[in-house]
Each structure stands twice: as structure tokens, then as C-alpha cells.
């Protein structure tokens, strides 16, 4: 029987990106090659890895944020809303960054001439982003080490061991950077000081795309 033939089955293209998702941290050089591919099949394949990540990502990234430490001053807020305000706040800011940063990095790329699309430039940083997702895993064990107070500006998770969290989180940012580069180097078969130099301008045009709704105010 076909793949097709059972309606819930998952198609090997997409399975085989849903394992270069997980994989990307281990092996991350065949992974940024496959992206090279623009048939029809695996662009449509990676779609859902790629929004899984996004997401994961975004909610990593709206948890790291002051906002997350002072959610429960609120005495109305519980443990259900900060699960609901993390998935819908992380969905919006997960799918925003992403396409901000793609479009950066794409004007990074064509920068330094790349001839890629948009859309390749998006894949590629959605990719990096995975060490991010990851990143995840500290919240568990900061529950487990301060509670309700991981939440909250008046609690116990003060001093060397929020900086201990935070530099570890810096880790994995920093994880994603050098994910990026490597990814940067395969996809477009460019030098390390070329494909390091996509970082730069990455951040130069993302200030500027930043800054533009203050200078316009």
C-alpha cells in the first residue's frame, strides 16, 4: 500500500524534514545543502517544521523577556493564563521575528551576492533558530529550582543563579549565531569570513528596520 493510501500517513519527503528539524544541531552541513532545493515537494515539505520551529522559538523568546518575569504581580494572572498569554504572545512574536529577520538576512545575503530568494533566506534562518527552541528546556528546571517565582519581580530567583539561567541562555543565542553562519557558508558555498560577515550586516539592517518607527515619530 501507498502512503497516500492512508490519509493520516506522513509523506517520507516531510518526515525526512521533520528528522533534518531535529538533526540540524547534530549534522547541521547536509541539512543547510538540502535547502538548495527549490522543487515543489520539498518546499512544501519543510512548511511544517519550519512553523513549529518558529513557534517554539518565539515562545522561547516572549519567556526570556522582563514581561515574563512580572506576569504573576498581577493577582488574576495563574498558571493556565501564563500558558495561553506564552502560545499566542510566542505565535506573534515567533512569526513577526521571523519574517523581520528573514528579510534582514536576505538583504544581508544579496549584500554580500548571494542571488538566493526571500523565501530561501527565511528557511535558512528558521533553521538556526532550532538551538533557540531548545532553549526551552531551562524553563523546567527553573520551575523546579524557584516555583511561581520564575514569574514574578518580588520572588526568590535573584542573583547568581538567574545569571547562571541567563548566561546559559545566552548560550543558545549564541548557538543559533554560529548555526547560522555554518548555514550561511553551505547554502550559498562561501568562505568563513564571507559567510561570518552575513552576522553583521544582519544586525546592521535589523537596527535599521528597528529603528525606522522612531525615527518616523
Given at each position: 500500500?501507498?502512503?497516500?493510501?492512508?490519509?493520516?500517513?506522513?509523506?517520507?519527503?516531510?518526515?525526512?524534514?521533520?528528522?533534518?528539524?531535529?538533526?540540524?544541531?547534530?549534522?547541521?552541513?547536509?541539512?543547510?545543502?538540502?535547502?538548495?532545493?527549490?522543487?515543489?515537494?520539498?518546499?512544501?515539505?519543510?512548511?511544517e517544521?519550519?512553523?513549529?520551529?518558529?513557534?517554539?522559538?518565539?515562545?522561547?523568546?516572549?519567556?526570556?523577556?522582563?514581561?515574563?518575569?512580572?506576569?504573576?504581580?498581577?493577582?488574576?494572572?495563574?498558571?493556565?493564563?501564563?500558558?495561553?498569554?506564552?502560545?499566542?504572545?510566542?505565535?506573534?512574536?515567533?512569526?513577526?521575528?521571523?519574517?523581520?529577520?528573514?528579510?534582514?538576512?536576505?538583504?544581508?545575503?544579496?549584500?554580500l551576492?548571494?542571488?538566493?530568494?526571500?523565501?530561501?533566506?527565511?528557511?535558512?534562518?528558521a533553521?538556526a533558530?532550532?538551538?533557540?527552541?531548545?532553549?526551552?528546556?531551562?524553563?523546567?528546571?527553573?520551575?523546579?529550582?524557584?516555583?511561581?517565582?520564575?514569574?514574578?519581580?518580588?520572588?526568590?530567583?535573584?542573583?547568581?543563579?538567574?545569571?547562571?539561567?541567563?548566561?546559559?541562555?545566552?548560550?543558545?543565542?549564541?548557538?543559533?549565531?554560529?548555526?547560522?553562519?555554518?548555514?550561511?557558508?553551505?547554502?550559498?558555498?562561501?568562505?568563513w569570513?564571507?559567510?561570518?560577515?552575513?552576522?553583521?550586516?544582519?544586525?546592521?539592517?535589523?537596527?535599521a528596520?528597528?529603528?525606522?518607527?522612531?525615527l518616523?515619530?
Amino acid at each position: 500500500m501507498r502512503a497516500a493510501d492512508y490519509p493520516l500517513a506522513v509523506d517520507p519527503v516531510e518526515r525526512e524534514w521533520w528528522r533534518r528539524a531535529v538533526g540540524v544541531v547534530a549534522r547541521p552541513r547536509p541539512v543547510f545543502a538540502a535547502l538548495r532545493s527549490e522543487q515543489a515537494e520539498d518546499v512544501e515539505a519543510r512548511q511544517e517544521p519550519i512553523l513549529a520551529i518558529v513557534l517554539l522559538a518565539g515562545i522561547a523568546g516572549v519567556l526570556a523577556t522582563p514581561v515574563a518575569g512580572q506576569l504573576y504581580d498581577e493577582p488574576a494572572v495563574d498558571g493556565l493564563f501564563i500558558a495561553i498569554w506564552a502560545f499566542i504572545a510566542g505565535g506573534v512574536y515567533g512569526v513577526a521575528g521571523y519574517f523581520l529577520l528573514g528579510a534582514a538576512l536576505w538583504l544581508a545575503l544579496r549584500s554580500l551576492g548571494s542571488d538566493g530568494r526571500f523565501r530561501r533566506a527565511r528557511h535558512l534562518l528558521a533553521f538556526a533558530l532550532v538551538p533557540i527552541v531548545l532553549s526551552l528546556g531551562l524553563l523546567p528546571v527553573e520551575l523546579a529550582v524557584y516555583g511561581g517565582d520564575v514569574f514574578g519581580s518580588n520572588g526568590s530567583d535573584e542573583g547568581t543563579g538567574t545569571a547562571v539561567f541567563e548566561l546559559l541562555r545566552l548560550v543558545f543565542l549564541l548557538w543559533a549565531a554560529g548555526l547560522l553562519v555554518v548555514g550561511v557558508r553551505e547554502l550559498e558555498r562561501w568562505s568563513w569570513p564571507r559567510a561570518a560577515g552575513t552576522i553583521g550586516l544582519l544586525s546592521l539592517f535589523t537596527a535599521a528596520f528597528l529603528a525606522v518607527p522612531t525615527l518616523l515619530g
